[in-house]
């Protein structure tokens, strides 16, 4: 029987004394000691690893203060790669003070509750070392703000510098300088701004780093996680010590994320080898450094779902996870150059950006170099080359995967219809009404003009948006044929009463422009053809019109066909 996959599941001791299915990654420990940064700030999209990586450092170099529980997190590591790597690095083990600070619980709606909760953090991690700190070493006065600090009564002043305390405590105890790891750093800073606290939480986390990080004598190293490296706020400021590995460095490159060869391994272990070529189109395509790499977060995901049913369909799991915000704010402020831009994209072709490595948030709600290298490094596309020209580094861009292009289809269709409702198509209707195809034809263009196209998709675009316009109306009611795969035509519109109109409408899809004119008469033919107007005339409806319709990218063509009374 298959080992249980770890969804969810970021505690490393869980995943290994539960006997989850793990791909291993201690060769990160390897190359961490190897590089010997001082500060290390890794940036990653989310759900790519760097909890569980950070949970991992945690267990590997943490002296507990009791024989027994080094012992056993030694015992976690067996059989993995660090325990062949040799002395050097396997003497690290149990070794290190550590103090582990996850900033996940900041999200909050105001400062008061973001700052309550790192503060709570905090304290969790005074009151995980208090049990066996040789508090014999500790001043009366280090020993009254440990206990302030521990039970959370600590003024603002004494939580900023809370990290360094603990460290010399800690270092005080022991004689072994402190490992310190963050992990996303970026999450309150993310939440404030949207919730418009940035300024205060930026001056909190700032003054929390500089002591724990710049000043502090009893530091071994650091590891910091997050999406960005944010600038600007000067969160680091001072930190000339500071490593940044970000998705376009060569080191590191294959520790976050699952590299093919894992991928194929985890297939063979589930007995689904037959779906590498899915898993391949859905979930990969990320570059980092020059490594390609999976999203590990959806390959679990599909693997739990192909795991029950050999025959289970890929899905944009990473969609639930991540902070889409972007992909909306993007959409909804896109001015045509920018609608342009993401619609060569869709189609599977690449665009060149300049790298700009410190991002803002601001560059949310912008156009332009800055937009594109915030979805560059937060996993919405990906490296497809790069090139040095006039002193920068320039990057062919493109949508890493089908599961990435879901999302984009998705939140544009989701705007689409938001964007419609807006719009009164009463004009439609009534060119409908009178047969006016020229008429029909512009309306539809102007719509076209204004949208987000997706054309390797393009039947299943065009139907849904001329779907969505049509749906508008109080006066009739549109049934969309395509899902059902039944003989019928594309869409039916009609009256609620038998004795008002109905509409037969078929849609065609242009090889290029020149063919627009025929594709949409032999639209039009094949209602006639197929007797696509039977179904109506027995429901009762004697007033039926028909409509044939070809598009290609932003042209559409319109064709009226007769009227058909009940006295055919």
Same mark, same amino acid.
């Given at each position: 029987?298959?080992?249980?996959?770890?969804?969810?599941?970021?505690?490393?001791?869980?995943?290994?004394? &539960?006997?989850?299915?793990?791909?291993?990654?201690?060769?990160?420990?390897?190359?961490?000691?190897?590089?010997?940064?001082?500060?290390?700030?890794?940036?990653r999209?989310?759900?790519?690893?760097?909890?569980?990586?950070?949970?991992? =450092?945690?267990?590997?170099?943490?002296?507990?203060?009791?024989?027994?529980? &080094?012992?056993?997190?030694?015992? =976690?590591?067996?059989?993995?790669?660090?325990?062949?790597?040799?002395?050097?690095?396997?003497?690290?083990?149990?070794?290190?003070?550590?103090?582990?600070?996850?900033? $996940?619980?900041?999200?909050?709606?105001?400062?008061?509750?973001?700052?309550?909760?790192?503060?709570?953090?905090?304290?969790?991690?005074?009151?995980?070392?208090e049990?066996?700190?040789?508090?014999?070493?500790?001043?009366?006065q280090?020993?009254?703000?440990?206990?302030? =600090?521990?039970? $959370?009564?600590?003024?603002?002043?004494?939580?900023?510098?809370?990290?360094?305390?603990?460290?010399?405590?800690?270092?005080?105890?022991?004689?072994?300088?402190?490992?310190? =790891?963050?992990?996303?750093?970026?999450?309150?800073?993310?939440?404030?701004?949207?919730?418009?606290?940035?300024?205060?939480?930026?001056?909190?986390?700032?003054s929390?780093?500089?002591? @724990?990080?710049?000043?502090?004598?009893?530091?071994?190293? @650091?590891?910091?996680?997050?999406c960005?490296?944010?600038?600007?706020?000067?969160?680091f400021?001072?930190?000339?010590?500071?490593?940044?590995?970000?998705?376009?460095?060569?080191?590191?490159?294959?520790?976050?994320g699952?590299?093919?060869?894992?991928v194929? $391994?985890?297939?063979?272990?589930y007995?689904?080898?037959?779906?590498?070529?899915?898993?391949?189109?859905?979930?990969?395509?990320?570059?980092?450094?020059?490594?390609?790499?999976?999203?590990?977060?959806?390959?679990?995901?599909? !693997?739990?779902?192909?795991?029950?049913? @050999? $025959?289970?369909?890929?899905?944009?799991?990473?969609?639930?996870?991540?902070?889409?915000?972007?992909?909306?704010?993007?959409?909804?402020?896109?001015?045509?150059?920018t609608?342009?831009q993401?619609?060569?994209?869709?189609?599977?072709?690449?665009?060149?950006?300049?790298?700009?490595e410190?991002?803002?948030?601001?560059?949310?709600?912008?156009?332009?170099?800055?937009?594109?290298?915030?979805?560059?490094?937060?996993?919405?596309?990906?490296?497809?080359?790069?090139?040095?020209?006039?002193?920068?580094?320039?990057?062919?861009?493109r949508i890493?995967?089908?599961?990435?292009?879901?999302?984009?289809?998705?939140?544009?269709?989701?705007?689409?219809?938001?964007?419609?409702?807006?719009?009164?198509?009463?004009?439609?209707?009534?060119?409908?009404?009178?047969?006016?195809?020229?008429?029909?034809?512009?309306?539809?263009?102007?719509?076209?003009?204004?949208?987000?196209?997706?054309?390797?998709?393009?039947? &299943?675009?065009?139907?849904?948006?001329?779907?969505?316009?049509?749906?508008?109306?109080?006066?009739?009611?549109?049934?969309?044929?395509?899902?059902?795969?039944?003989?019928?035509?594309?869409?039916?519109?009609?009256?609620?009463?038998?004795?008002?109109?109905?509409?037969?409408?078929?849609?065609?899809?242009?090889?290029?422009?020149?063919?627009?004119?025929?594709? @949409?008469?032999?639209?039009?033919?094949?209602?006639?053809?197929k007797?696509?107007?039977?179904? !109506?005339?027995?429901?009762?409806?004697?007033?039926?019109?028909?409509?044939?319709?070809?598009?290609?990218?932003?042209?559409?063509?319109?064709?009226?066909?007769?009227?058909?009374?009940?006295?055919?």
């Amino acid at each position: 029987m298959s080992r249980a996959l770890p969804i969810g599941v970021e505690n490393f001791e869980d995943l290994i004394t &539960n006997d989850y299915y793990y791909v291993d990654k201690t060769g990160f420990i390897k190359e961490l000691l190897d590089m010997k940064g001082k500060v290390n700030l890794f940036t990653r999209p989310r759900r790519f690893g760097k909890t569980l990586n950070l949970s991992m =450092l945690r267990y590997f170099f943490e002296d507990t203060g009791c024989e027994d529980d &080094n012992n056993h997190n030694r015992e =976690l590591f067996s059989g993995l790669k660090i325990m062949r790597a040799g002395e050097k690095y396997t003497s690290q083990m149990g070794r290190y003070p550590v103090i582990n600070l996850t900033l $996940k619980s900041a999200k909050q709606g105001n400062f008061e509750s973001a700052y309550y909760k790192i503060r709570e953090e905090i304290a969790d991690e005074f009151k995980r070392h208090e049990a066996y700190l040789d508090k014999r070493r500790l001043s009366e006065q280090d020993r009254q703000l440990y206990r302030l =600090l521990s039970d $959370k009564r600590g003024t603002y002043d004494d939580y900023t510098g809370a990290l360094k305390f603990l460290s010399q405590c800690l270092f005080r105890s022991t004689g072994e300088k402190v490992i310190i =790891l963050i992990d996303e750093y970026d999450v309150p800073l993310e939440n404030a701004y949207f919730s418009h606290f940035y300024a205060k939480m930026v001056d909190f986390i700032r003054s929390l780093f500089e002591s @724990a990080l710049k000043t502090n004598d009893c530091l071994q190293f @650091a590891v910091i996680t997050g999406c960005l490296r944010i600038s600007k706020e000067s969160i680091f400021t001072g930190l000339n010590h500071l490593n940044i590995i970000s998705v376009l460095d060569k080191r590191y490159s294959e520790h976050f994320g699952f590299t093919e060869d894992e991928v194929k $391994k985890s297939l063979y272990e589930y007995q689904r080898t037959e779906c590498f070529t899915t898993m391949k189109e859905w979930y990969n395509g990320y570059i980092f450094g020059d490594t390609e790499v999976y999203n590990p977060w959806s390959v679990i995901k599909f !693997l739990y779902d192909l795991d029950a049913d @050999a $025959k289970a369909f890929p899905r944009p799991y990473w969609v639930n996870t991540s902070s889409n915000e972007i992909i909306k704010n993007m959409v909804a402020r896109a001015d045509r150059e920018t609608k342009g831009q993401i619609e060569t994209l869709l189609d599977g072709s690449t665009m060149d950006i300049q790298v700009h490595e410190e991002i803002t948030y601001e560059d949310m709600n912008t156009q332009g170099e800055g937009l594109w290298n915030f979805l560059y490094f937060t996993g919405y596309l990906t490296k497809e080359s790069e090139y040095f020209k006039e002193s920068s580094i320039f990057l062919k861009v493109r949508i890493p995967n089908v599961e990435v292009k879901t999302i984009y289809q998705n939140t544009i269709l989701n705007w689409f219809r938001t964007s419609i409702r807006k719009r009164d198509f009463n004009d439609l209707y009534q060119a409908m009404e009178e047969g006016n195809a020229v008429k029909v034809g512009e309306i539809i263009g102007e719509q076209l003009l204004t949208t987000i196209s997706f054309y390797d998709s393009a039947e &299943n675009f065009y139907h849904g948006f001329l779907a969505g316009i049509l749906s508008q109306s109080e006066k009739y009611l549109v049934k969309s044929n395509r899902e059902s795969g039944n003989g019928r035509s594309d869409i039916t519109v009609k009256s609620p009463s038998l004795r008002g109109r109905a509409f037969i409408i078929e849609i065609k899809v242009s090889e290029n422009i020149g063919e627009l004119e025929y594709a @949409a008469d032999k639209a039009l033919q094949q209602i006639y053809d197929k007797g696509y107007i039977e179904e !109506l005339r027995t429901e009762g409806y004697r007033r039926i019109d028909c409509y044939g319709i070809s598009f290609y990218r932003k042209d559409c063509e319109v064709r009226f066909g007769p009227t058909i009374t009940d006295v055919l």
